[in-house]
């Protein structure tokens, strides 16, 4: 049944609830009010399992919530006072229902985490966990402050991923285009030229030819193909049982593996680390951060989680399960002496942020040499199997 999150009047003020209805017209009836109370009605889509899942439409603004929250917070404005004024200076109409929502929990006298639940559309349980832990400590906008810079740092790794990819991407993009126009516009125009010749040409120029026959005849079935082709590759890349085995073969790659590994137990560490430090329990905070880390190490975390639960150390809970680099090892064995396992594992996740930097510099100096090279092959073989012909009516000429 669809989840409705609405904005009711009462002789109390206005309130915001959420409420289960087979449709928008039987809201009303659902809340038990006059439909005229009803001032805005918005569908949320279901939350995935595990309460993680998200709304559909624009993503609420995680980071900046934390960051101006802590800012609001520091600066001694009091909690519902501060998320008034976020909400009064949001533009979107699906981040201010959350926000409207929240501040509807807090008016009943409910804490902020208990609010925060209420929408796991707009927020996951790390940031959930991390208030919960720190709201009654008089440490709430320090932790606010260090998610806002966990996720600008989590943010920032994918920004400089994406970035490495562009060129590649344009690369794919000017190659493509280049060869549809020699196949549907150039090699036409050689076929009615050299279809003459016959048996004389070689096999692949009689090929390709034959080739630009037919496109020249049927351009537009040609593109259709090529449309229907990229339509069945993306529905193909929808399959989450694909997906998930090309991203194994990513982890096993020579080179690209390792550095992918590095970087999601860097994010492992400093997920870890931040839940530490807010006060959440080792064996919570591994139960957090399971739907955090990258998918092929969600069993990994899962049994690191249990061994704990068992009553193992951390450090030997990560090893025994690969999820220990030789730096995190050291690091987290020293901490758990000290007592300082939180900045122990920020330390080791800043050791391994340079990994970051040399995984854009393996795309930049592998990959894009490679594609060129590969795009420099089909164009070149191309057009010299156009002019191929042309060569041998010289030398026959001659």
Not at 226 to 236: N, R
């Amino acid at each position: 049944m669809p989840v409705y999150l609405t904005r009711v009047f009462h002789p109390d003020g206005v309130r915001t609830q959420r409420v289960d209805a087979p449709d928008r017209q039987s809201v009303a009836a659902a809340l038990g009010v006059a439909p005229q109370h009803v001032l805005d009605v918005q569908e949320l889509a279901a939350a995935k399992a595990g309460g993680s899942g998200r709304a559909a439409g624009k993503a609420f603004p995680l980071q900046l919530f934390s960051q101006e929250l802590s800012v609001l917070l520091d600066a001694g404005i009091s909690l519902l006072e501060a998320l008034n004024t976020l909400r009064e200076k949001e533009a979107s109409e699906s981040v201010r229902l959350a926000l409207d929502a929240v501040i509807s929990h807090i008016e009943q006298g409910q804490a902020l985490s208990v609010a925060l639940r209420e929408q796991p559309q707009a927020f996951d349980e790390l940031i959930c966990a991390i208030v919960a832990a720190n709201e009654r400590t008089g440490q709430l906008s320090a932790a606010l402050a260090q998610h806002a810079r966990y996720l600008a740092w989590v943010e920032s790794l994918r920004a400089r991923l994406i970035a490495a990819c562009v060129y590649p991407l344009m690369l794919l993009s000017v190659g493509g285009a280049v060869i549809l126009f020699l196949l549907l516009y150039v090699l036409p125009r050689f076929a009615g030229i050299l279809d003459g010749l016959g048996n004389d040409l070689p096999w692949a120029s009689r090929v390709l030819i034959g080739f630009g026959q037919t496109a020249g005849a049927h351009p537009f079935a040609v593109l259709a193909g090529i449309a229907a082709l990229g339509v069945l590759a993306v529905a193909v890349w929808r399959q989450p049982g694909l997906r998930r085995r090309v991203q194994a073969s990513l982890w096993t790659m020579p080179g690209l593996g390792p550095r992918l590994r590095v970087l999601a137990l860097a994010r492992l560490y400093r997920s870890l680390a931040m839940l530490l430090a807010s006060g959440v329990p080792v064996l919570a905070s591994l139960r957090i951060v399971q739907d955090v880390v990258a998918e092929p190490w969600r069993p990994a975390v899962a049994a690191a989680a249990a061994q704990i639960e068992r009553g193992e150390r951390l450090s030997e809970a990560l090893e025994a399960n690969d999820l220990a680099t030789p730096v995190a090892r050291r690091m987290v064995r020293v901490g758990e002496r000290s007592g300082e396992v939180a900045a122990m594992l920020e330390r080791a996740a800043a050791f391994h942020d340079e990994e970051a930097a040399r995984l854009t510099e393996l795309l930049t100096r592998a990959i894009n040499p490679a594609l060129m090279l590969i795009m420099g092959v089909l164009i070149g073989g191309i057009i010299v199997l156009m002019y191929l012909p042309i060569f041998q009516l010289v030398e026959q000429v001659q």
